[in-house]
Nanobody, 125 residues
């Protein structure tokens, strides 16, 4: 079992930055790919970014490419999402998730076995 806890959300003005953190516990995360998803009110869950366990390859939704950066620190069992140039449309609950090593469809939430409770990000215009 893996427990994931997000932190770092909050209220920020458009153009600002936030750094989300995801703390993992329960087992080593070095062989888990990590992803960030978000869900805005009355919208479905949306892929944001992912980082593979094997070579730290990163993947991004087109809507955040060039503005967001995903990273991980296996020694600390942490994953991060640096969000720059935030826009009001980035407002959502952001959740981190962990997928097993064999999973490759990083933008599909169905393969992620573990999820955090989410952290609210609100971007004002």
């Amino acid at each position: 079992q893996v427990q994931l806890v997000e932190s770092g959300g909050g209220l920020v003005q458009a153009g600002g930055s936030l750094r989300l953190s995801c703390a993992a516990s329960g087992r080593t995360v070095s062989r888990l790919s990590m992803g960030w998803f978000r869900q805005a009110p009355e919208k479905g869950r949306e892929f944001v970014a992912a980082i593979s366990w094997s070579d730290d390859s990163t993947y991004y939704a087109d809507s955040v490419k060039g503005r967001f950066t995903i990273s991980r620190d296996n020694a600390k069992s942490m994953a991060y999402l640096q969000m720059n140039s935030l826009k009001p449309e980035d407002t959502a609950v952001y959740s981190c998730a962990a997928a097993p090593a064999y999973y490759r469809s990083y933008d599909n939430p169905i393969g992620y076995d573990y999820w955090g409770q989410g952290t609210q990000v609100t971007v004002s215009s």
